[in-house]
């Protein structure tokens, strides 16, 4: 219980911080471009400032640099001495080699446009090497995980599990509290501006619909973060009894949750969808494509399925004990 008030604590301030970052991203003169930009943007910001403070500045701003650029080579010389060393730790020697190219090109973002004529301004570069950075991180860590996780007995796979479950959560806020407003407060703000001729109350009606879709499409990353708290608690209780009376009841709560929340998600977009087109005359900017979080769903689906699996485990242990 201690742990999952802490989780839950975690991921408020969490929230906090992302929603504070996505309006500082919406104010003018903004040190945020993007998501995928942060914090690198950021630290080649500040390293330039630094770095032209002076002679010292220059020493540091250099000294942090290659701090920065070494970590994952670093790293990736811990596993070769404790002899843990995979073949996807590689990806960690490129990780460093795109550090060092990317922080430069951040410190000087005007090399952007010489670099990648394609980026055009600079803020495509950043994105680009912004999400090469991501990618290959995250693509590594994903890796290592499920090497990791297919040598493990079975509570240290719970214990990991759980571990993945605090990741997709977070990774769920950050979406839920800056991707999706940023988009929604940097679409809000166009629709200001190219409609200044506009009356007041199809300007207050629209916003109001920007906001509904900022809440449709996040609903369903919310309801996840239900779910995985919900999984959490199975979890313990197959850690304490896979065959007791706990993990029947868990799992039995689970499915019935993931079914809500699957009939809460559809009808939520159906929902928004015809409430635009009756309105469709009176607002200055709506989105009819077909907004069914499969993801979400998939994801539901798939725990679904396996709170059924231990439903059933559950009962037929139970009759194998009672034909015994």
């Known amino acids: 219980m201690k742990n999952h008030r802490l989780l839950i604590t975690g991921l408020a301030a969490e929230a906090v911080v992302c929603i504070i970052a996505a309006l500082l991203q919406a104010a003018p003169g903004s040190l945020f471009t993007s998501a995928v930009t942060f914090p690198f943007e950021q630290l080649g910001k500040g390293l330039r400032m630094l770095s032209l403070a002076g002679a010292a500045g220059n020493v540091g701003a250099w000294v942090i640099y290659c701090l920065i650029g070494l970590l994952p080579a670093a790293v990736l010389l811990w596993h ?62 994903i890796l290592r995980a499920l090497r990791s996780f297919s040598t493990m007995e079975t509570d240290g796979r719970i214990v990991r599990l759980k571990w993945l479950i605090n990741a997709i959560a977070a990774a769920f806020i950050f979406i839920i509290c800056f ?56 979890l313990k209780a197959l850690k304490k009894d896979r065959y007791g009376d706990d993990t029947v009841t868990a799992a039995g709560r689970l499915a019935k949750a ?67």
């Open 179 to 234: 991707v999706n407003l940023s988009e929604s407060l940097e679409m809000i703000k166009k629709i200001h501006e190219s409609n200044t001729g506009a009356g007041s109350e199809m300007l207050l009606l629209t916003t109001f619909f920007q906001w509904l879709s900022y809440a449709a499409v996040s609903l369903p990353y919310a309801l996840d973060i239900a779910i995985l708290l919900m999984c959490r608690t199975l």
């Open 258 to 324: 993931c079914k809500k929340v699957v009939i809460i998600n559809v009808l939520t977009c159906i929902a928004l969808n015809i409430a635009q087109l009756l309105l469709s005359t009176q607002l200055l900017n709506a989105n009819y494509s077909i907004q069914i979080p499969l993801l979400s769903i998939a994801l539901v689906l798939a725990v679904l399925l396996i709170s059924e699996y231990f439903a059933g485990d559950n009962k037929l242990k139970k009759e194998n004990d009672l034909f015994i």
């Open 80 to 141: 070769v001495a404790r002899k843990k060393y995979h073949p996807e730790d590689l990806l960690l020697a490129v990780l460093s080699l795109l550090l060092f190219v990317s922080l430069y090109l951040f410190i000087n973002p005007a090399y952007f446009g010489n670099l990648m004529p394609m980026a055009g301004l600079s803020d495509g570069g950043k994105l680009m090497f912004g999400a090469a950075i991501y990618s290959l991180l995250l693509g590594y860590i």
